[in-house]
C-alpha cells in the first residue's frame, strides 16, 4: 500500500458502505459502481481515499478493488468510553479495529490511521492517550502516520504531542469557519501536520434549493440567502465557491469530497482549475459566518 504526498482531492467513501448525506436521493451504490469511481479517480489524478471502520463495508469494498494497491488510504477508529480511561484497553481496541481494517482493505501498513471521537467523549482523555497509542502502533510497524479527527476545531488546542500526530482532519466549509478563527492553522503548519479537510458542502446540505430544505433546517435560510449574495458576487455558484474556499485556503493538504455519479466526481476534478477566490471574497466569507449555530454545521447533532 502506498504512502505518497496525498492529491489535492481525497474520494471520500463512506458512501461505499452505507446510505450517506442529507442530499443522497440513490441510496448506497452496488460495488461494480464504487469500482468505476475509484478508477475513474485513478485517472484523474486522484490518489487518496478516506474511510474508516464505522462507514459500514466501505474497506470492503475499496479493498475487493483490483487497484488499490495504487491509493494512499487514511482510514479511522473508535474507542469505547472505557479505553479512553485505560492504555491497555484502548491500544488492545486501536490495534485490533487495525488489523481488521488490514484484512478488508487487503493491505499491510496503514498509510494513515485516524482517531475519530465519539461527539460526547471528553477531548482532555483522547489527549492524553492517543499520541501513546499511536507511537505504539508505529513502533510496532503497523502505520506510516497516525492522527485525528476532531468533530470541532478547538479539539485542537488540547494536543500537546504532536509527535505522532501528523495527520488530522476537521471540518471547514463556508458556514463552519471555526478552523480559521483561532490560531490553529498556524499550530497544524508548525508542527507540519498533514491537513484532511472534510464536510467542504456539508454533508450535501450547502447545494440544497430552499425548496429541498425541511423544517428542521428553515433557520438555515438567511445563511443560504447571504451564500447565494456572496456567490453572486464573486461570480460563482455555490459548488464552485465552496470548493474554492477551501482548496485556497493555506495549509489545507486535501479536501475530501464524496461522489456518487463519475459525473459529479468530474465535476469536482474540474474545480481544481477554477480561478482563486479573490482575496475580499474569501475574508467576507470568514467574517459573515464567524459564527453559526452549532446544531447547523455539526451534523453529529442533526436529527435526520
Not at 460526547?120 to 506510516?144: H, M, T, W, Y
Not at 469530497?257 to 465535476?267: K, S
Not at 482563486?276 to 447547523?296: D, Q
Amino acid at each position: 500500500m502506498n504512502t505518497q504526498q496525498p492529491s489535492k482531492i481525497t474520494l471520500g467513501t463512506v458512501q461505499f458502505g452505507i446510505p450517506y448525506g442529507i442530499a443522497n436521493k440513490n441510496g448506497q451504490p452496488p460495488s461494480s459502481h464504487s469500482h468505476k469511481l475509484l478508477q475513474f479517480a485513478l485517472d484523474n489524478g486522484i490518489n487518496t481515499l478516506d474511510t474508516a471502520r464505522n462507514y459500514g463495508n466501505s474497506e470492503e469494498v475499496i479493498g475487493s478493488f483490483a487497484n488499490t494497491g495504487r491509493f494512499t488510504i487514511v482510514t479511522k477508529f473508535k474507542l469505547t468510553d472505557a479505553a479512553l480511561t485505560n492504555e491497555k484497553i484502548a491500544f488492545k481496541e486501536a490495534r485490533d479495529s487495525l488489523l481488521k481494517s488490514e484484512s478488508y482493505l487487503k493491505t499491510g501498513k496503514i498509510p494513515y490511521f485516524l482517531f475519530h471521537k465519539n461527539i460526547n467523549q471528553d477531548i482532555q482523555q483522547v489527549a492524553s492517550i492517543i499520541p501513546g497509542i499511536l507511537k505504539r502502533l508505529f513502533e510496532e510497524g503497523l502505520i506510516d502516520k497516525g492522527g485525528i479527527s476532531v468533530y470541532e476545531p478547538s479539539e485542537l488546542n488540547f494536543i500537546n504531542d504532536w509527535q505522532y500526530i501528523s495527520a488530522v482532519q476537521a471540518p471547514l466549509n463556508l458556514l463552519d469557519t471555526r478552523l480559521l478563527q483561532e490560531n490553529l492553522m498556524n499550530t497544524l503548519m508548525d508542527n507540519q501536520v498533514t491537513l484532511f479537510i472534510r464536510s467542504i458542502y456539508l454533508q450535501g446540505l450547502l447545494l440544497m434549493n430552499k425548496k429541498e430544505l425541511t423544517t428542521q433546517f428553515s433557520f438555515s435560510m438567511k445563511y443560504m440567502d447571504q451564500l447565494n449574495k456572496i456567490a453572486r458576487a464573486a461570480n460563482k455558484n455555490i459548488n464552485e465557491l465552496a470548493f474554492s474556499f477551501v482548496r485556497d485556503t493555506p495549509g489545507v493538504t486535501s479536501l475530501v469530497v464524496g461522489a456518487d455519479t463519475i459525473e459529479q466526481l468530474d465535476q469536482t476534478v474540474q474545480l481544481l482549475s477554477t480561478e482563486p477566490l479573490p482575496h475580499t471574497i474569501y475574508e467576507e466569507i470568514k467574517e459573515t459566518f464567524r459564527i453559526v449555530p452549532e446544531k447547523l454545521i455539526t451534523p453529529a447533532l442533526w436529527n435526520l
